[in-house]
């Protein structure tokens, strides 16, 4: 009769085991459909990532925010430059102007680019007299960028 009984509480054991464990592996999931920030929220949780040096996370955050903001690739571009990653940064330069045309500052980081790799100088005298072109409020900034890139040629 003991036999019986360990038995039974042995199966009772067994049984209690397999269904927690059952239970574990199929628990309901929260599924967030709509995300909970917005474009400019990603952005900014982008910028504070790179502060930090996180670059993997601010790339992240970038790359959500670029589906509604254009702007974000031209924080993606500076990214890939302190990483110099300069194909990736190149790239993600030429999206922010296809993007946004206006956004002077993609001219100058991609003149800065060229600068940087002692390339396209030509390219890049062009690009930051975009620049300037379109911000003129920055002119100081983007005169700076084109007296390095005349002091190579």
Known sequence: MRTIKIYLYF?????????????????????????PLSPEEHLNLGVTYEK????DNALKEYKEASKKLPLAYLYMGNVYFQKKEYEEAEVHYKKAIKKDPE?????NNLAWLYYTKRERLDEAERLV?????????????????????????
Do not use: H
């Open 11 to 35: 199966s009772f054991l067994i049984s209690c085991f397999l269904f927690i464990s059952s239970c574990t592996t199929t628990a309901p999931r929260i599924i967030v459909l709509d995300d």
């Open 52 to 55: 930090q040096g996180d670059f």
């Open 103 to 107: 956004n002077a500052d993609a001219y």
């Open 129 to 153: 007299l975009k620049a300037i072109e379109i911000n003129p409020s920055k002119k100081e900034i983007y005169l700076d960028t084109l007296e390095k890139i005349k002091g190579l040629q």
